[in-house]
């Protein structure tokens, strides 16, 4: 990394996932700032992904594009053995991408529900993202 290349700050690269996770079609996309509530990363973006396949590709898109436009490699990479979930540990931020079915049986973002959450319209351009009803009640009670 040259000296031009210095990483991001924690919610640039956590808007930078949440961006990539919508260039490769993620729904449920959410970005909520957890540094005041767990102390041990700033943020957490949590999308969903409809299959094994959508899940592999989303975690690349976001490696790639975190790697180019963040100028930061993960920490850590793990996940499921039959796909339904992957984490990125990015140490500042941490990057979850689930199926549905396992999204809804961690229910992740409502065990942080005093965490706020980015708005990612106005913060990283996103309009047209696709909500499952219950994630839209949640971010409408924000």
């Not at 996932?17 to 540094?35: G, L, N, S, Y």
């Not at 980015?118 to 309009?127: F, N, R």
């Amino acid at each position: 990394m040259t000296q031009d290349q210095q990483p991001l700050d924690s919610k640039s690269c956590a808007l930078i996932a949440a961006r990539a996770a919508d260039e490769k079609k993620a729904t449920d996309i959410m970005v909520q700032e957890v540094r005041d509530l767990i102390g041990v990363t700033d943020y957490f973006v949590i999308v969903t992904a409809a299959n094994n396949r959508q899940v592999e590709s989303i975690v690349d898109e976001i490696e790639e594009q975190e790697r180019v436009l963040g100028h930061i490699k993960p920490l850590h990479r793990e996940g499921t053995q039959d796909g339904t979930w992957s984490l990125l540990d990015y140490g500042s931020f941490i990057v979850h991408v689930f199926q549905p079915e396992t999204r809804e049986f961690y229910r992740l973002e409502a065990l942080w529900n005093d965490a706020p959450i980015i708005d990612l319209a106005a913060e990283a351009g996103l309009t047209n993202i696709e909500y499952s009803e219950r994630i839209a009640k949640l971010l409408e009670r924000k």
